[in-house]
């Protein structure tokens, strides 16, 4: 059985590998399984289970939140994927990537901004100033011609270190401001939060924006407002997921939705007019742990044959 650290899979990890991980992952013909949310009997202590498998791996990924960690110098969140062997179903390989989990999230973003953003998107917005929303913006900034960045949260200091990060980063401007006027701009918005209610107005959103909602990923999380779903088409990861865990568990069950693997295909369309508002809703699927494990995997190997 092989492990590897988290230490190790920081080291190997970067944007490149983690887009290249959730291409495979999007593009797979992998099944996934109902995803499973438990919690310890502390409040503050929960993680979710989320399993599949595609034509080269089989396995879960154990993604865990503990509030207490900040106390004892820890991060809260927490992802290991474990492999089981295709040949015997034992456990093949244990990986810690809690950093590599963020990466992996930010490149789905990546991929949805590529396949359904308008081509000169150049204003991008983040709603939340959380450790996640750096890695949004990064990747999104890859995939875009991104010439300025709006910052926008409920901690202004927050939002003024997250901007001072991503400006050393991107090397464009980055400005924190008001979420209004940060929404108003924006040719691309991510919201990366935990919120269970609305972050803005519909009619704040212009024609041709591209959203990317990344935190809806439990019973009764919210970012959008749903006045915005009729304005909109809608894409996600996976159907089953986004109705129960994701953004679009408040949208009407009337309401078409595509999985971002149709686009990527090429069996449906994307964005069909450059006024159309796109949204894109991500609740995280099983098969990306386990092509960002098996491209973390090669990538470990090369590095021991060098």
């Known amino acids: 059985m092989r492990y590897l650290s988290e230490a190790v ?3 190997l990890v970067d944007e490149e590998l983690a887009l290249a991980a959730a291409r495979s992952a999007f593009t797979s013909d992998g099944a996934v399984f109902p995803v499973v949310i438990g919690h310890t009997l502390t409040e503050g202590q929960r993680f979710t289970v989320k399993s599949g498998s595609t034509g080269t791996a089989t396995g879960v990924k154990v993604g865990t939140y503990w509030h207490g ?17 295709p040949e015997t179903g034992r456990l093949s390989a244990v990986i810690e990537a809690a950093a590599a989990n963020a990466m992996r999230t930010a490149a789905a973003d990546a991929l949805a901004v590529q396949a359904l953003a308008r081509d000169d998107a150049s204003t991008l917005t983040v709603v939340g100033t959380g450790t996640q929303a750096f890695y949004e913006a990064a990747a999104v900034a890859r995939v875009r011609p991104i010439a300025r960045v709006l910052i926008s949260g409920r901690s202004e200091a927050k939002a003024a270190q997250l901007a ?12 924190p401001t008001s979420i209004q006027a940060a929404v108003e701009a924006a040719d691309v918005l991510v919201t990366v939060t935990t919120s269970r209610e609305p972050l803005f107005n519909a009619e704040w959103v212009r024609p041709g924006t591209h959203v990317s909602a990344m935190g809806a990923d439990g019973p009764g999380k919210q970012e959008l407002p749903t006045a915005l779903h009729a304005r909109a088409a809608l894409f ?9 865990l994701g953004e679009f568990q408040h949208a009407p069950q009337h309401m078409p939705i595509t999985p971002l693997r149709d686009v990527l295909r090429g069996d449906a369309p994307g964005r069909v007019i450059r006024d159309q508002v796109t949204i894109f809703d991500s609740s ?11 491209h973390i995997l090669a990538a470990h190997t090369a590095r021991e044959a060098t």
């Not at 960690?69 to 969140?77: A, D, I, V, Y």
């Not at 995280?284 to 098996?294: H, K, M, P, R, V």
């Open 9 to 11: 899979t920081s080291e």
């Open 69 to 85: 960690n900040s106390e004892l110098g820890l991060p809260r969140h927490g992802s290991t994927t474990l492999l089981l062997d």
């Open 164 to 175: 001072d990060r991503l400006s050393a980063h991107l090397s464009v401007p980055v400005t």
């Open 236 to 244: 996600c990861d996976v159907i089953e997921q986004t109705r129960t």
């Open 284 to 294: 995280g699927f099983a098969l990306q742990d386990l092509t960002l494990a098996e």
